[in-house]
DNA sequence: CCCGGTAAACTTTTT
DNA sequence: GTTTACCGGG
């Protein structure tokens, strides 16, 4: 063999294997840290270098930063025109060439989950359903979960309850309105592509005249309609290629299926299968301690996954008296690390929860320790990036009344409950999308004058923005000038409206970027910005602690990890107990676990405030699970724990220490979150041991320890 | 029609 | 503790 191959250096036999098999379908079982990514990367390399043509490749992920970084290493192994994408853009694509065979405009708008919930929220108002039974989302969640089991309206037999009453009623209705809009929501991008490949042979076969190579990356995560997908884009050739590890399944709830591995084989008898058992990623004890979890699981296939690397510390298991004492601890030690000349980028912290990160967030900054938030609320889901989006989209599909129905009142123009009422029964009458009708003079004339004026206007900024359609920034920067958009975020003042001002102009930046790199108009930038989701946000290295929850830490890899708010029912969780599912919990464990290199700290709190209640927790099951030798133990009433040795717990008040403790005085008013309303009658001690005696207005007298206590001085005005 | 107030419900994970 | 739904006065 040469030795000095590129493609193949640093790789191990199997890794070579997987890299060198021919044609004919091929699955890679990898298990965490075994270097997947750079196997897929390497094997495109290797067609490429053996003459497939790039364009027959067709690489597939889950996320668009898995698919990013793909893109990135195989244009550094010099493939750079290969088409890396995820499956719902790869989807959407391909649907704005044939989703006219389906009935949609090749411009056609891509809901997100709240332009869904918006859509579905107006069909209850006209079916007079009552959404304070049930809501828009809880609907739109069960639709999306009967669409991702490939259910139509036609076929699918609903069970009792509210919800699926609902569902009964308005599914066939809801997809019926999308049509009719021109719009698709996430499950759609998957689902009609797949109806035109099952409706339309002659398109599959264009297709799989194209695609001769494919290759998916996270298998075990793909649900049936993704599968089927592939498998239709494949038609008899079988040079498919997936990668994934069942004990990193984590998205059953979305309707990802194990079974596609089992399938699989069954589906193509020649299969070759790859194993690929060796980890590069973590030390020898976090591993042990990470496969001792998923050994628990008993749907599963027993694997043996080892490492060379060297034992390594052990896990820091941190029992802390609250939420603040939790995070607190994590700054602490996050400060130490830096102290010790540790890499800011190294370090990221995991939680189950997106509403765990709010704590967290609240002692990084108290410590000055700079961080940045993976995911939760995206860039593009704030409220005035929307609101742009959404004209931005009724401008390259006017029939996209959901969209206008956002914009038509923002800013406020006087339309109210009853003239939009007028106007989508004048709308209906005519058989036209709201856009056409309040484009039309003599619709406009049947209402007040107010409203009549202030939409001509806008009818006249729309006709005039849909010839800047060949520029995104120059359309966007047309519209939000002329629509009065810009002026009604425009008053400065609180740090709110700075804030909008700031992402309403990173909007426009963005859109001059796609214009200048990308350069396909409006109608593509608007497809580009749907899909772009919360996980992408740019850069992990610009010199920040990383917080994410564990769903978004899969495919990451840090030298220090935080697994935080180890508490059985938030990880474990506890609906997802109820459904009974505790082994994709227990997997999700796994990935957190594995994206540790060097170490890894795990804590969990006595208390946690869940939706304003301070609630007791126990430690999660799953800490037991964990060989003790790996394990060192800490709290923070350990002498050694974090420097605040010795102090007393007050088991009967447990409360959360939320706050510096305030100045407090003799005599002064204060409130507190249990006890109520009462007076400061006497004070001792300072700083971490100060308590205080207050006499509460109801239910007498206490000594608090104001490091823990919700003590808070109260204003004259509510002080009685 | 708009804006302010108060009541109620709510936190699972993502494309 | 936070965000959203509804109601009543300007």
């Given at each position: 063999?040469?030795?000095?191959?590129?493609?193949?250096?640093?790789?191990?036999?199997?890794?070579?294997?997987?890299?060198?098999?021919?044609?004919?379908?091929?699955?890679?079982?990898?298990?965490?840290?075994?270097g997947k990514?750079?196997?897929?990367t390497?094997?495109?390399?290797?067609?490429?270098r053996?003459g497939v043509?790039?364009?027959?490749?067709?690489?597939?992920?889950f996320?668009?930063?898995?698919?990013?970084?793909m893109?990135?290493?195989?244009?550094?192994?010099?493939?750079?025109?290969?088409?890396?994408?995820?499956f719902?853009?790869?989807?959407?694509?391909f649907?704005?060439e044939?989703?006219?065979?389906l009935?949609?405009?090749?411009d056609?708008?891509?809901?997100?989950?709240?332009?869904?919930?918006?859509?579905?929220?107006?069909?209850?108002?006209?079916?007079?359903?009552?959404h304070?039974?049930?809501?828009?989302?809880?609907?739109?969640r069960?639709?999306?979960?009967?669409?991702n089991l490939g259910y139509?309206?036609k076929?699918?037999?609903l069970?009792?309850?509210?919800?699926?009453?609902?569902?009964?009623r308005?599914?066939?209705?809801?997809?019926?309105t999308?049509?009719?809009?021109?719009?698709?929501?996430f499950?759609?991008?998957?689902?009609?592509?797949?109806?035109?490949?099952?409706?339309?042979?002659?398109?599959?076969?264009s297709?799989q005249?194209?695609f001769?190579?494919?290759?998916?990356?996270?298998?075990q995560d793909?649900?049936r309609?993704?599968?089927e997908?592939?498998?239709?884009?494949?038609?008899?050739?079988?040079n498919?290629?997936?990668?994934?590890?069942?004990?990193?399944?984590?998205?059953?709830f979305?309707g990802?299926?194990?079974?596609?591995?089992?399938?699989?084989?069954?589906?193509?008898?020649?299969?070759?299968?790859?194993?690929?058992e060796t980890?590069?990623r973590?030390?020898?004890?976090?591993?042990r301690?990470?496969?001792?979890v998923?050994?628990?699981?008993?749907?599963?296939k027993?694997?043996?996954?080892?490492?060379?690397?060297?034992?390594?510390e052990p896990?820091?298991?941190?029992?802390?008296?609250?939420?603040?004492a939790?995070?607190?601890?994590?700054?602490?030690?996050?400060?130490?690390?830096?102290?010790e000349?540790?890499?800011?980028?190294?370090?990221?912290?995991?939680y189950?929860s997106?509403?765990?990160?709010?704590?967290?967030e609240?002692?990084?900054?108290?410590?000055?320790?700079?961080y940045?938030?993976?995911?939760?609320?995206?860039?593009?889901?704030?409220?005035?990036?929307k609101?742009?989006?959404?004209?931005?989209?009724?401008?390259?599909?006017?029939?996209?009344?959901?969209s206008m129905e956002?914009?038509?009142?923002?800013?406020?123009?006087?339309?109210?409950k009853?003239?939009?009422?007028?106007?989508r029964?004048?709308?209906?009458?005519?058989?036209?999308?709201?856009?056409?009708?309040?484009?039309r003079?003599?619709i406009?004339?049947?209402?007040?004058?107010?409203?009549?004026?202030?939409?001509?206007?806008?009818?006249?900024?729309?006709?005039?923005?849909?010839?800047l359609?060949?520029?995104?920034?120059?359309?966007?920067?047309?519209?939000?000038?002329?629509?009065?958009?810009?002026?009604?975020?425009?008053?400065?003042?609180?740090?709110?409206?700075?804030a909008?001002?700031?992402?309403?102009s990173?909007?426009?930046?963005d859109?001059?970027?796609?214009?200048?790199?990308?350069g396909?108009?409006?109608?593509?930038?608007?497809?580009?910005?749907?899909?772009?989701?919360?996980?992408?946000?740019?850069?992990?290295?610009?010199?920040?602690?990383?917080?994410?929850?564990?769903?978004?830490?899969?495919?990451?890899?840090?030298?220090h990890?935080?697994?935080?708010?180890?508490?059985?029912?938030?990880?474990?969780?506890?609906?997802?107990?109820?459904?009974g599912?505790?082994?994709?919990?227990?997997?999700?464990?796994?990935?957190?676990m594995?994206?540790?290199?060097?170490?890894?700290?795990m804590s969990?709190?006595?208390t946690?405030?869940?939706?304003?209640v301070l609630?007791?927790?126990?430690?999660?099951?799953?800490?037991s699970?964990?060989?003790e030798?790996?394990?060192?133990?800490?709290?923070?009433?350990d002498?050694?724990g974090?420097?605040?040795?010795?102090?007393v717990?007050d088991e009967?008040?447990?409360?959360?220490?939320?706050?510096?403790?305030?100045e407090?005085?003799?005599g002064m008013r204060?409130?507190?979150?249990?006890f109520?309303r009462?007076?400061?009658?006497?004070?001792r001690?300072?700083?971490?041991?100060?308590?205080?005696?207050?006499?509460?207005?109801?239910?007498g007298?206490?000594?608090?320890i104001?490091q823990?206590?919700?003590?808070?001085?109260?204003?004259?005005?509510?002080?009685w």
């Open positions: 063999m040469v030795a000095m191959d590129p493609i193949l250096a640093d790789l191990n036999d199997s890794q070579i294997a997987a890299v060198l098999h021919g044609s004919g379908p091929l699955m890679v079982l990898a298990g965490a840290g075994s990514t750079r196997v897929i390497r094997r495109i390399a290797r067609l490429l053996d043509p790039s364009r027959q490749i067709l690489a597939l992920t996320t668009n930063k898995a698919a990013g970084e893109a990135r290493r195989v244009q550094e192994l010099g493939g750079s025109r290969v088409q890396v994408s995820t719902h853009s790869s989807c959407a694509r649907l704005r044939h989703g006219h065979l009935g949609f405009p090749r056609f708008s891509i809901y997100d989950t709240y332009d869904r919930d918006s859509c579905i929220k107006l069909l209850m108002n006209e079916a007079q359903l009552d304070s039974r049930v809501r828009p989302a809880q609907v739109g069960r639709i999306s979960q009967l669409k139509s309206p076929d699918v037999v069970g009792m309850g509210e919800i699926d009453e609902a569902v009964d308005l599914f066939a209705t809801y997809e019926e999308m049509l009719r809009l021109g719009a698709m929501d499950d759609d991008l998957l689902g009609k592509f797949l109806e035109v490949l099952r409706s339309f042979p002659e398109v599959a076969e297709y005249d194209r001769r190579w494919l290759l998916v990356d996270e298998f793909t649900n309609i993704q599968y997908v592939c498998k239709r884009l494949l038609g008899d050739q079988g498919i290629c997936v990668v994934g590890d069942p004990d990193q399944s984590i998205y059953r979305r990802a299926e194990i079974r596609n591995i089992l399938d699989f084989e069954f589906d193509f008898p020649d299969l070759v299968t790859v194993r690929l980890n590069y973590s030390t020898a004890l976090i591993l301690a990470a496969i001792e998923i050994r628990h699981n008993s749907e599963r027993e694997k043996d996954l080892r490492t060379n690397n060297p034992e390594g896990i820091v298991l941190h029992r802390a008296h609250g939420p603040s939790e995070a607190r601890r994590i700054a602490t030690v996050i400060q130490e690390l830096l102290d000349g540790g890499d800011i980028c190294e370090i990221a912290l995991f189950r997106h509403f765990l990160s709010r704590g967290l609240e002692s990084l900054r108290e410590f000055a320790i700079p940045q938030v993976v995911g939760g609320l995206s860039f593009f889901e704030r409220r005035e990036i609101d742009l989006v959404a004209y931005l989209r009724v401008i390259v599909n006017p029939a996209d009344d959901v956002r914009v038509i009142n923002v800013p406020p123009r006087g339309i109210g009853k003239t939009m009422e007028k106007i029964g004048m709308a209906r009458q005519s058989g036209q999308p709201i856009y056409a009708a309040i484009a003079e003599d406009r004339a049947q209402l007040s004058p107010r409203a009549r004026k202030a939409l001509t206007s806008l009818a006249e900024a729309f006709a005039e923005a849909k010839k359609v060949k520029s995104a920034h120059q359309a966007m920067s047309y519209l939000a000038q002329e629509v009065g958009y810009l002026d009604y975020i425009g008053d400065l003042g609180d740090p709110e409206d700075v909008r001002r700031e992402n309403v990173e909007l426009h930046n859109a001059a970027t796609f214009d200048r790199d990308i396909e108009g409006l109608a593509g930038y608007l497809q580009h910005v749907s899909l772009i989701t919360a996980a992408d946000r740019k850069g992990e290295d610009i010199g920040r602690v990383s917080l994410m929850t564990v769903h978004a830490a899969k495919g990451l890899e840090f030298d990890v935080f697994l935080t708010g180890l508490e059985e029912g938030i990880f474990p969780n506890s609906r997802v107990m109820l459904e599912d505790v082994e994709e919990e227990r997997r999700l464990m796994h990935v957190a594995t994206r540790a290199r060097k170490r890894l700290w969990h709190s006595r946690r405030m869940i939706a304003g609630t007791r927790q126990e430690p999660s099951g799953f800490i699970e964990i060989p030798d790996c394990l060192l133990r800490t709290s923070s009433m002498p050694e974090d420097g605040q040795a010795g102090q717990w009967d008040h447990e409360v959360d220490y939320s706050q510096e403790s305030q407090l005085e003799e204060v409130k507190h979150r249990n109520g009462g007076t400061v009658m006497r004070l001690g300072e700083g971490f041991k100060a308590k205080a005696t207050i006499r509460f207005d109801k239910g007298e206490k000594i608090l104001l823990y206590g919700d003590v808070q001085p109260i204003t004259e005005e509510e002080s």
